[in-house]
């Protein structure tokens, strides 16, 4: 059983656009959820699927952009506690409850949240390993906001989706509206991240905390065709938003930490050149990769690409597999939970 007196003091907010089979599946598996729960779809049609709750708000703003959807919402957030889903996630209530736990126990940190299993669907069946298995352990925890704003970016840990003091998302969602107009996505995020170290710490705690789809997605649509940062700053087309982000960022660790105008500009500065030294170097070892699969024969990289998509492949992987979450006794019935809405609506989610 969950402790209600705890989920009472989170808000989710699900943004959606043009995915409603995606919405409705997440939907379905939050119908009982202790918690409020908002919508905010900015597809053209509205979601015909909804069943309005008392846990639950849907907000329908056709063609309205990302920031601008949850900035307008942040008036309606009243618990000290928000969190994001993405509409293609499963956020683990547990790990929902646990983050809360950690963070009224540790007033200093800003954000909580736990590890994550990464799942796809071959032939019907389900298979899933670790996500961010390199960053289970991140604990950004120095008192000092420049060391954190360095510490996020070594490795840079995606923590968007996260618990956060519901603060962080009502300073920096309006914050990004009235001052940015993001065409990259992932500086919207990178932005957010900072904000979010500037207020407070953040912990990667040893739970499973949710699920994320990895083969729904397009690799050149959504963030995932969008430039890293350490090409954002090489491309003149994204001068003036790079110019703007640097200035929004700089005058914000200035009003919220009392920096002078040169601290402020060298603590943005040294993070932002982490993030692009690492970027880089990721970068750099994905070419190396690149290079050595051009001298592996086609036909080898087919039958390997056949056969990481067969269903033998599938069945083995399930046989042979005893890494996490499966090894743990804890997490292992909170994915099999998961596991039968991704079955529920398989045939229902056309996937590209």
């Given at each position: 059983?969950?402790?209600?007196?705890?989920?009472?003091?989170?808000?989710m907010i699900?943004?959606?656009?043009e995915?409603?089979?995606?919405?409705?599946?997440?939907?379905?598996?939050?119908?009982?959820?202790?918690?409020?729960?908002?919508?905010?779809?900015?597809?053209?049609?509205?979601?015909?699927?909804?069943?309005?709750?008392?846990?639950?708000?849907?907000?329908?703003?056709?063609?309205?952009?990302?920031?601008?959807?949850?900035?307008?919402?942040?008036?309606?957030?009243?618990?000290?506690?928000?969190?994001?889903?993405?509409?293609?996630?499963?956020?683990?209530?547990?790990?929902?409850?646990?983050?809360?736990?950690?963070?009224?126990?540790?007033?200093?940190?800003?954000?909580?949240?736990?590890?994550y299993?990464?799942?796809?669907?071959?032939?019907?069946?389900?298979?899933?390993?670790?996500?961010?298995?390199?960053?289970?352990?991140?604990?950004?925890?120095?008192?000092d906001?420049?060391?954190?704003?360095?510490?996020?970016?070594?490795?840079?840990?995606?923590?968007?989706?996260?618990?956060?003091?519901?603060?962080?998302?009502k300073?920096?969602?309006?914050?990004?509206?009235?001052?940015?107009?993001?065409?990259n996505?992932?500086?919207?995020?990178?932005?957010?991240?900072?904000?979010?170290?500037?207020?407070?710490?953040?912990?990667?705690?040893p739970?499973?905390?949710?699920?994320?789809?990895?083969?729904?997605?397009?690799?050149?649509?959504?963030t995932?065709?969008?430039?890293?940062?350490?090409?954002?700053w090489?491309?003149?087309?994204?001068?003036?938003?790079?110019?703007?982000f640097l200035?929004?960022?700089?005058?914000?660790?200035?009003?919220?930490?009392?920096m002078?105008?040169?601290?402020?500009?060298?603590?943005?500065?040294?993070?932002?050149?982490?993030?692009?030294?690492?970027?880089?170097?990721?970068?750099?070892?994905?070419?190396?990769?690149?290079?050595?699969?051009?001298?592996?024969?086609?036909?080898?990289?087919?039958?390997?690409?056949?056969?990481?998509?067969?269903?033998?492949?599938?069945?083995?992987?399930?046989?042979?597999?005893?890494?996490?979450?499966?090894?743990?006794?804890?997490?292992?019935?909170?994915?099999?939970?998961?596991e039968?809405?991704?079955?529920?609506?398989?045939?229902e989610?056309?996937?590209?």
């Amino acid at each position: 059983m969950h402790n209600k007196k705890i989920l009472d003091k989170v808000t989710m907010i699900i943004p959606t656009h043009e995915r409603h089979p995606f919405l409705k599946r997440v939907l379905d598996y939050y119908s009982d959820a202790p918690f409020k729960i908002i919508i905010c779809d900015s597809s053209k049609l509205p979601f015909l699927d909804f069943s309005q709750s008392e846990n639950m708000e849907y907000i329908h703003t056709p063609e309205v952009g990302f920031v601008s959807k949850i900035s307008a919402i942040t008036g309606k957030l009243v618990t000290p506690y928000s969190l994001m889903c993405a509409d293609d996630d499963f956020i683990s209530i547990s790990g929902i409850e646990k983050s809360i736990y950690f963070l009224e126990k540790n007033n200093d940190y800003s954000s909580a949240g736990g590890r994550y299993v990464d799942f796809n669907i071959i032939c019907n069946e389900v298979y899933c390993v670790e996500g961010y298995s390199y960053a289970q352990y991140c604990d950004i925890s120095s008192d000092d906001v420049s060391e954190r704003l360095k510490q996020v970016f070594n490795p840079y840990f995606p923590f968007f989706y996260s618990v956060h003091k519901t603060a962080t998302i009502k300073k920096s969602f309006p914050l990004f509206d009235n001052t940015m107009r993001y065409k990259n996505l992932r500086l919207m995020e990178i932005s957010f991240i900072m904000v979010s170290v500037i207020e407070g710490k953040h912990k990667t705690l040893p739970f499973f905390y949710a699920a994320r789809e990895n083969d729904n997605c397009d690799e050149n649509e959504g963030t995932r065709a969008m430039p890293h940062l350490h090409e954002v700053w090489e491309e003149n087309s994204y001068f003036e938003e790079k110019k703007t982000f640097l200035i929004m960022m700089i005058n914000h660790i200035m009003n919220e930490m009392n920096m002078s105008k040169n601290e402020a500009k060298q603590a943005i500065e040294n993070s932002v050149n982490t993030y692009i030294t690492n970027s880089l170097k990721g970068h750099n070892n994905n070419k190396i990769v690149s290079k050595i699969k051009k001298y592996i024969p086609n036909f080898v990289r087919t039958l390997l690409k056949v056969y990481r998509s067969s269903c033998f492949s599938v069945k083995l992987f399930k046989k042979l597999h005893t890494k996490y979450p499966f090894n743990n006794e804890v997490s292992l019935p909170i994915w099999l939970e998961i596991e039968k809405y991704i079955v529920k609506y398989n045939e229902e989610i056309k996937r590209k």
